[in-house]
């Protein structure tokens, strides 16, 4: 059964406004979707406050800006090729899940990889009581991405790995995009690019994310 959407999200996406945040479609998604559903019930109270919250497992549900500002990132056409239209999205880190749900209000495919199996259990409980069915869920190693089910469009990573995994890159498609945090102590938001036969990045804002760790838990 789909949960109502509360006037908090609709307040939230039009802070996101306010803060910066220019996409109408991610704008719209923020405000279809109930953040106080992917957080602990003693933490829903501070669930639409621009901040990141823990989850268990030492990992966090990201704050509402950065979630909406790599979205927006991801769908952000290309002078070159202002007609763009992705489809088929691979999430590395699905955690609480609110990633991933604003992600499939957004895209047709979303494909999705973590490596904690019981966060990965609560994550698909939330999307199927939200109806939001187009998920592919792996429990897996993020490094590795998901190879069977590529090439994709977009990926975005919602943890910082010291360096970007070069499986990841492999998996994007021409004029495919990753929007990625990278670093240690210091991380900065990356976003790669891919050309028919070239690779471009950029570096957009320093960011704070836990570590991308390799393997999987159960």
């Known amino acids: 059964m ?12 039009q802070k996101l406004e306010q803060d910066g945040i220019k996409d109408s479609r991610v704008l719209k998604a923020i405000a279809e979707t109930p953040r106080h559903h992917f957080v602990e019930m003693v933490l ?12 268990g497992q030492g990992q966090t549900i990201s704050q509402p800006y950065i979630v909406a500002r790599m ?12 007609d ?17 749900a604003i992600l499939a209000r957004l895209f047709p495919q979303v494909c999705t990889v973590e490596r904690i199996k019981s966060l990965q ?42 360096e970007v995994p070069v499986a990841l890159l492999e998996q994007l498609a021409p004029g495919g995009r990753l ?26 804002e320093a960011v704070r994310f836990v570590p991308l760790v390799p393997g999987e838990l159960a």
């Open 2 to 13: 789909a949960v109502a959407t509360p006037r908090s999200a609709l307040l939230l996406a």
């Open 121 to 162: 259990f609560q994550a698909k409980r939330r999307l199927q009581q939200l109806d939001l069915h187009n998920v592919a869920m792996k429990h897996g190693d993020g490094w590795q991405g998901w190879s069977s089910k590529a090439p994709f469009d977009c990926i975005i990573v919602t943890a910082a790995p010291h």
């Open 44 to 55: 829903a109270h501070k669930a639409y406050e621009n901040t990141a919250l823990p989850i």
């Open 71 to 82: 979205t927006e990132l991801l769908l952000q056409a290309d002078e070159d090729n202002l």
């Open 179 to 204: 929007v990625i945090p990278v670093g240690h102590k210091e991380q900065v938001l990356q976003v790669y690019q891919r050309g028919i036969d070239s690779l471009s990045s950029k570096t957009v």
């Open 84 to 100: 763009w239209l992705p489809t088929k999205v691979l999430e590395i880190g699905t955690g609480s899940g609110y990633q991933t």
